[in-house]
């Protein structure tokens, strides 16, 4: 329901991804390689694999401080089943929350989608 | 959508989906059960095989020719005393009356800890990540330092910290060559109806084998479940009862004479909320504000809660929830009423859940109660809880059920001079 442990996981690895970049003052994409260079290396491959896949479109996501919630809903591994509330983790602070009031959670989720498929079309060129 | 489509991740998701699955070793090449590697149901669930050919070969079998040329019970303990020209297993052991240790149970007995550090972006590095492959292959569990079947040494002290102790050890203790005779039949999530199923996977033969001592404890997932409505897919008492008495059953059939099972009540786990609902969860420790309270309502909501009625902010449902474990503890106390005496090869035996008086004695030692939890899903016991419920049980057996514990073993010393640290684990 609602993107279940997918959802989880990825509100999970999010919020790590922009502490971590908070904390090492680093950029998303070395997080992110730090990220699979501190797996074992059996694991390594996958993870890189993985982020070939998602890295760009977390990169944006992070970079402008979405937080958890939007970006795992503008990905899609979060998502509002027929009769089901919309989930929210409300892990970022308050303070972290780039937008206002003025936009609602909806509005935040389709700004984030629109800023990755602009920063897909520009990767892939014409 | 699905997040174990993404490339990569697909791969990671298959093997846990591996891993998850097993319920017996993967490596064992003699089918007895019992395996000679770690992870994947193999020694930290089960004592380790000392001969993964042979199929009589296993920890807990009665010994072969009394193990005069080698061991084929995998305590350590073989040879002859050429003073006496009798076996050491015979002179050591033969009138120690040896008994196994084996528990049925749930994440709990598993001992599930998901290390905090892989969560806690202050904490993460290459070093909280060096053991994930086994971590995974043995389910997220650690059976190997958990309550009932804790043995050796803790490996892994950068993600799992505290004592070691247990009712194995303590058994051991008492009498060494019940060395490397135990089994951890537990699973995440199991309940009465499943424990039907994975209570097939205790080898005991009762012909073969000493007698064990099980320990039936069902402690949380019948009243534990991710559903918005989930007193309406709670285990009902008459449920409880007809599900325990099959286990019963099976036991019956394969345990040998001489053993014992000892059912222990459902927890109340109210206190899981009241000690944590107001702490910060590590996922968000650089910016701490995420509760545990907000985790569980967000668990809640995905329906991947392990427990809504316990982890949840709305008190009367942890109330509800109290009512229908305290209903479920009468139904296997009905059990013990009516079947103490239907057993020939086991004592049954009842035991109230030992939780509130482990709580009890670490606060009156001066910790507090959310000091005993896992930090990362705030719902089970951690290893200092571990270790002090070990500490708790041993004193209720001790006091009130001394003839499962067995004597203690006069020649303890003698098998330590002898036979060092038999073989470890």
Redesign the interface.
């Known amino acids: ?12 690895l999010v ?2 991804v922009e ?2 970049a ?2 090492k003052n680093s950029t998303v994409v070395e997080t992110l390689d730090y ?1 699979c ?4 290396v ?2 390594r ?10 890295g760009p479109m977390l990169v944006v996501l992070v970079e402008h401080k979405v937080g958890p919630d939007v970006a795992c809903h503008a990905l ?2 979060c ?1 509002t089943n027929p009769g ?2 919309t ?7 308050l303070h ?1 929350r780039l937008k206002g009031p003025s936009m609602t959670f909806e509005e935040k989720v389709l700004e984030a989608k629109q800023r990755i498929q602009f920063r897909m079309k520009k990767t892939r060129g014409p | 959508q699905n997040i174990c489509e993404v490339p990569g991740v697909k791969d990671i998701c298959n093997w846990l989906r591996k891993a998850f699955k097993g319920r017996k070793p993967s490596v064992d090449f003699d089918n007895d059960m019992f395996s000679i590697s770690q992870g994947l149901r193999g020694s930290s669930w089960r004592g380790k095989d000392c001969s993964d050919t042979s199929r009589n070969v296993y920890p807990g079998t009665k010994p072969l020719a009394e193990d005069r040329t080698f061991d084929s019970n995998c305590n350590g303990i073989f040879g002859v005393n050429k003073k006496t020209a009798r076996s050491y297993e015979e002179e050591l052991c033969g009138a120690s009356q040896p008994r196994g240790v084996a528990v049925l149970g749930d994440s709990i007995s598993a001992h599930f800890h998901m290390p905090p550090q892989w969560l806690d972006a202050t904490l993460i590095s290459e070093k909280v990540f060096e053991h994930l492959i086994l971590v995974v292959e043995n389910e997220i569990d650690w059976p190997m330092l958990s309550t009932v079947t804790g043995h050796g040494k803790n490996n892994w002290t950068e993600v799992i910290t505290g004592p070691i102790d247990s009712l194995y050890l303590r058994i051991r203790d008492r009498n060494r060559c019940n060395h490397r005779d135990y089994q951890n039949i537990a699973a995440n999530g199991e309940d009465s109806i499943g424990m039907q199923n994975l209570v097939k996977t205790l080898a005991r033969n009762p012909q073969r084998d000493h007698p064990i001592i099980v320990l039936y404890a069902l402690i949380g997932n019948d009243v534990c479940n991710g559903y918005p409505d989930t007193v309406a897919h709670m285990t009902t008492p008459q449920a409880m009862y007809d599900n325990t008495v099959n286990t019963l059953e099976h036991l019956h059939a394969t345990l040998p004479n001489n053993s014992h099972v000892i059912m222990m009540g459902l927890a109340d786990a109210r206190i899981l909320y009241n000690s944590m609902g107001h702490r910060i969860h590590p996922v968000a420790t650089h910016w701490g504000h995420f509760t545990y309270g907000q985790f569980y309502d967000f668990m809640n909501c995905l329906q991947i809660s392990p427990c809504s009625g316990w982890l949840t902010t709305n008190g009367t449902l942890r109330n509800l929830t109290a009512e229908r474990a305290e209903e479920l503890s009468e139904a296997l106390r009905k059990v013990y009423r009516d079947h103490k005496k239907s057993y020939y090869n086991f004592d049954l035996h009842f035991i109230e859940n030992p939780m509130p008086n482990a709580v009890r004695e670490w606060v009156k030692h001066g910790g507090e109660a959310w000091q005993l939890i896992e930090p990362s899903d705030g719902f089970h016991s951690n290893q200092i809880g571990q270790a002090l419920l070990a500490k708790v049980l041993w004193r209720e057996f001790e006091t009130k059920h001394p003839e499962i514990l067995g004597p203690v073993n006069p020649n303890n010393e003698e098998i330590g001079r002898l036979f060092g640290n038999q073989g470890g684990y």
């Open positions: 329901i609602n993107g279940g442990y997918g959802c989880a996981a990825c509100t999970a919020a790590i502490q971590l908070e904390i990220l260079y501190i797996l074992p059996e694991l491959p996958s993870c890189r694999a993985a982020l070939e896949f998602l899609t591994f998502y089901q509330p989930c929210h983790s409300m892990i970022p602070p972290r």
